[in-house]
Nanobody, 117 residues
Framework: QVRLRESGGGSVQAGGSLRLSCEAS????????MSWWRQVPGKEREFVSG???????NNADSVAGRFTISQGDTENTVYLQMNDLKPEDTAMYHC???????????WGLGTQVTVSS
């Protein structure tokens, strides 16, 4: 079992910035990767940002140039720096942990980001 805890969400005006954090704990003993996703009510969860196998960053087109994922001091912590936020970025942001070998994945409960115009 892997537990994920996101934090850092909040309400900001358009053009503002937020930094989200995600920490994984529990049975994290496998080669894993972490990524950020978001979801609004009534829509499917969509990919935001993550790391490719070679370690390079993969961003959704909608956030490219504005959002940046980074690794913390340990491989079980990731951040999402969000700049130039837009009202359409309003969503619940979820962290995903995935064991590369088995494909087993876990999700956090999310942190709400609300951007007003």
């Amino acid at each position: 079992q892997v537990r994920l805890r996101e934090s850092g969400g909040g309400s900001v005006q358009a053009g503002g910035s937020l930094r989200l954090s995600c920490e994984a704990s529990g049975n994290t003993g496998c080669t894993s990767d972490m990524s950020w996703w978001r979801q609004v009510p009534g829509k499917e969860r969509e990919f935001v940002s993550g790391f490719r196998i070679d370690g390079t960053i993969n961003n959704a087109d909608s956030v490219a140039g504005r959002f940046t994922i980074s690794q913390g001091d340990t491989e079980n912590t990731v951040y999402l720096q969000m700049n130039d936020l837009k009202p359409e970025d309003t969503a619940m942001y979820h962290c995903k942990w995935r064991c590369r070998g088995s494909g087993l994945s876990y999700w956090g409960l999310g942190t709400q980001v609300t951007v007003s115009s």
